[in-house]
Nanobody, 123 residues
Framework: QVQLVESGGGLVQPGGSLKLDCTPS????????IAWYRQPPGKQRELVAA???????NYADSAKGRFTIARDYAKNTVYLQMNSLKPEDTAVYYC?????????????????WGQGTQVTVSS
């Protein structure tokens, strides 16, 4: 089973930026989609952005225009660049990988998760 390591979180002021890294234990080539999710305090985990093998990027409405998902095959890493951060972006951010493309849009379908990385947006 793939293991994923997320990093790059931290405390940032509103309007600031952060770049999150996701590195799976196996090649990102193996997956139809790799996506970022987040779980705000007291809320359910939700999809933030996903990138398919073919290069299609999908974003939650809350992320459109502010966040960018990208990948670097050489570094076997998927990134989430987050700009214009808002207090409501505060959450633990996770990545996960869907090998067949049938459930990346629904975080409840995944059986395991990494430790995530905390993002706190506050003045």
């Amino acid at each position: 089973q793939v293991q994923l390591v997320e990093s790059g979180g931290g405390l940032v002021q509103p309007g600031g930026s952060l770049k999150l890294d996701c590195t799976p234990s196996t090649s990102i080539y193996r997956y139809y989609a790799i996506a970022w999710y987040r779980q705000p305090p007291g809320k359910q985990r939700e999809l933030v952005a996903a990138l398919t093998r073919g290069g299609d990027a999908n974003y939650a409405d809350s992320a459109k225009g502010r966040f960018t998902i990208a990948r670097d095959y050489a570094k076997n890493t998927v990134y989430l660049q987050m700009n214009s951060l808002k207090p409501e972006d505060t959450a633990v951010y996770y990545c996960n990988a869907d090998p067949g493309g049938s459930y990346w849009y629904d975080p409840s379908k995944f059986q395991s998760w990494g430790q995530g990385t905390q993002v706190t947006v506050s003045s």
